[in-house]
Each structure stands twice: as structure tokens, then as C-alpha cells.
């Protein structure tokens, strides 16, 4: 049988620079190192939230308009009052706004809920009936010991990986923008985006960590010696590989909207070899098992796909649904390693509809998935940005 899976952290918000105009929110310095946050630094533009101007400039200022301003003559403006509660008005908010309204927009229609043993990530309809569709058990203490051999064997390739796994420690978005021709000043709303994408899967794999608990490689034997430090959360899902592979499905599917859906699909090969190398280097590091790629692919994939079905124009949109069972990574005492190839689309199935699968060794079903998908909330918000950046890959 083969087992069947679908792909971190705060890193994410690196790749916006202009997180100075954050710098009201005391503490966001201390997040550098949690995947996830590294990958807003390359938008450019986070600055445009208002702060204070320095000493010298309030004080010329107050002085230039003190001797232009003349006698007071009340409203001399006609502004056109804008609707309530409109996507449109998204265009005139400053990029750390709109950015901030969006994660809103996601996060209250998704909750997540630890039931019967499980970490579930529940889509909330617009009634508030809610519906999982990611499911996570975690593997026992036997099992992640028997994927520390794995660590041990990734943990040769930390001479040829130190250069992406020192940098991607800070951020991911440069990586797979490399494969997309992805810049912040020519696509500065697919940037948005895709810092969106990667805020909002972090937020949803931290509270997934804290409920699983599971601990790092390095509590298990002295002899890993992470290359890097090792993260103050749970390992499970890795959070490299959920926010990875979401941004991978976003950015296939404004390629594909560039390119008019080509049947060659290169494009999304390397987008999702990208996403899956980012995982692996999180092995190699030696601050992840293999196992906690193979569940935070899964929920990067399943993630990703919220996020364009909920803002691609549609009639009915949905999500496909999947449970990961980490106490089958070591089926027939033979750790499952994380494979690749499954998530490539040479096979010409697109692996942005459902899930990949994984070949395991222990013939245990590691990610299930349920043929039936859940139905999401449209959101207008999310549209109008999708639209924005759709207009970057497709207008000549």
C-alpha cells in the first residue's frame, strides 16, 4: 500500500522590508527568529504605516505652515465619501493595513480545535457551522525515535546546505520567487500576497504545534547538534514546510494565469521541488524530523488552497479535506522518510487539487484523503487582492 501525504514558520515576514514602520509594535525584533515573520521583509512598503516624523522635520513643518496657511476658511475639499464596508477600499489603505485587514479576513473564518486526540483546523461557514478539513494525530515517542535516524543521515548534507539553510532560516519568499520572477516593485500586490499566505499558514501551524507539543530532534540525542539554533516551539507540523508549500500553490496558480494554463507544467514542478527543498534543509539542519515535513506539507498545500478558493472568482468554492496519522511514520518499525517526487505534476495530475502521495515503507496510510471536499466562505477582500495580483501577471 502506499502511504499517501500532501507540505515554516515565521520566517516569512523577512522579505518585507519596511517592518521599520512596525517599530511602534515593541517586541517584533524578538520574532526574527520564527519562521514565518521574515518573509514581510521583502515587501517593501511595510513602511507606509504612519509613525512619527523625526524632530527636526515636525518642527520645520510647524513652521512652513504657520507662514503658507493664511486665514482659516474651514472645508475647501469635496472628497467622494467612500461605501461601507467595501473590497475596493482596500486600494486606498497603506500596505500594512491592507496586509493586516486580510490576515483578519482569514483567520475568522478558520479555527483550530483539539477534539478526540486530534489538532483540527475547522472552516467556518457563514452560518458559523464549521467543518474540519485538516486533521492531525501525533506520532508517539517510538516513532520519532526511529526518525532520528533520518536526522542523523540528513545531517551529511550540512556542509553543501548551510548557505539556504542560514538564510532561509530568516525568510522563504525569495527562494520561491526565484522560480516565479516574483519582485516587489513590479508585482508588489502578488508580494502582498504571497507575505499574506505565509503569515496566515504560520498563525494556524503554530496553534497546531502548541496542542501536539512534540519535541525537537535534539531532546532525543545530544549527537544531532542542530546547525542552527533550535526553535522555541513544537516540531510538528514543520512550519518551513506548511508555509512553503501554501505560498508554492498560491504563486502555481497566478503562473498558470500568466501562461493561460500551458499544458507544460515546469513551472509548477520547480515551485513545488523548491518548496520541498526548503522542507528537507530543516532535516539537514538537524531542528526537524522528516515526519513533521511530510505533515506540515500537507497543511501547506491544503492551506494554500483555502486561500485561492476563497479568493479566486467561483461559484461554490471549496477545500480538499486530509488527515495526517503521525503514529504510522514508522510502519513496520521502518521510519518513513520525506520523499519529493510525489510532489512534482510530471505525471500530469496537477497536484494543486488534491493531494500528492508518499510511498511508505510500513504500508500504513500516513495522510488520508477524504474524497469529499468542504465548502468555504467566498470573501470579497480576498478577491479584490487576487484580482490585483492577477493583473500583474496577466496585463501587457
Not at 33 to 54: F, I
Not at 228 to 256: N, R, W, Y
Not at 335 to 364: K, T
Not at 386 to 392: T, V
Request: aromatic fraction near 6%; proline fraction near 6%.
Amino acid at each position: 500500500m502506499s502511504t499517501q501525504a500532501i507540505g515554516s514558520g515565521m520566517s516569512g515576514m523577512s522579505g518585507m522590508s519596511g517592518m521599520s514602520g512596525m517599530s511602534g509594535m515593541s517586541g517584533m525584533s524578538g520574532m526574527s527568529g520564527m519562521s514565518g515573520m521574515s518573509g514581510m521583509s521583502g515587501m517593501s512598503g511595510m513602511g507606509d504605516r504612519a509613525g512619527n516624523y523625526d524632530g527636526t522635520t515636525a518642527v520645520g513643518i510647524l513652521i512652513a505652515r504657520d507662514g503658507i496657511m493664511g486665514a482659516w476658511k474651514g472645508a475647501t475639499l469635496d472628497p467622494v465619501e467612500r461605501s461601507e464596508d467595501k473590497a475596493e477600499n482596500l486600494a486606498d489603505w497603506s500596505q500594512a493595513v491592507r496586509v493586516q485587514t486580510l490576515l483578519q479576513e482569514l483567520v475568522s473564518d478558520t479555527a483550530v480545535r483539539f477534539e478526540g486526540g486530534a489538532a483540527k483546523v475547522y472552516s467556518i461557514a457563514s452560518n458559523f457551522s464549521a467543518t474540519p478539513f485538516a486533521s492531525f494525530t501525533r506520532p508517539t515517542q517510538a516513532d520519532f525515535e526511529a526518525q532520528l535516524s533520518l536526522v542523523r543521515n540528513y545531517a551529511d548534507l550540512r556542509g553543501d546546505r548551510l548557505p539556504e539553510i542560514l538564510t532561509q532560516a530568516g525568510g522563504i519568499t525569495d527562494y520561491l520567487g526565484s522560480v516565479a520572477g516574483l519582485h516587489p516593485g513590479r508585482r508588489r500586490y502578488s508580494y502582498e500576497l504571497m507575505a499574506i499566505t505565509q503569515v496566515f499558514a504560520t498563525q494556524i501551524v503554530f496553534r497546531i504545534k502548541h496542542m501536539l507539543a512534540c519535541l525537537r530532534p535534539d531532546a532525543y540525542s545530544a549527537q544531532i547538534q542542530p546547525a542552527i539554533p533550535t526553535p522555541g516551539h513544537g516540531t510538528l507540523p514543520s512550519g518551513h514546510a506548511t508555509e512553503s508549500f501554501a505560498q508554492a500553490v498560491v504563486l502555481a496558480h497566478l503562473m498558470d494565469a500568466e501562461m493561460g494554463q500551458p499544458s507544460d507544467r515546469t513551472h509548477v514542478d520547480q515551485l513545488m521541488a523548491q518548496a520541498a527543498r526548503i522542507s528537507i534543509n530543516r532535516h539537514v539542519a538537524g531542528v526537524h524530523f522528516p515526519v513533521d515535513s511530510i505533515a506540515g506539507a500537507m497543511l501547506g498545500l491544503l492551506l494554500g488552497q483555502y486561500m485561492v478558493a476563497r479568493a479566486k472568482p467561483s461559484g461554490n468554492p471549496t477545500v480538499p479535506s486530509a488527515s495526517f496519522s503521525g503514529t504510522k511514520s514508522a510502519g513496520g518499525g521502518v521510519p518513513v522518510d520525506f520523499e519529493v517526487a510525489p510532489y512534482l505534476s510530471a505525471s500530469g495530475n496537477n497536484p494543486l487539487v488534491a493531494p500528492p502521495q508518499i510511498d511508505g515503507q510500513g504500508g500504513d496510510v500516513i495522510v488520508a484523503v477524504d474524497p469529499n471536499p468542504v465548502a468555504v466562505n467566498k470573501s470579497e477582500l480576498l478577491e479584490f487582492m487576487w484580482g490585483k495580483a492577477l493583473s500583474e501577471w496577466t496585463a501587457r
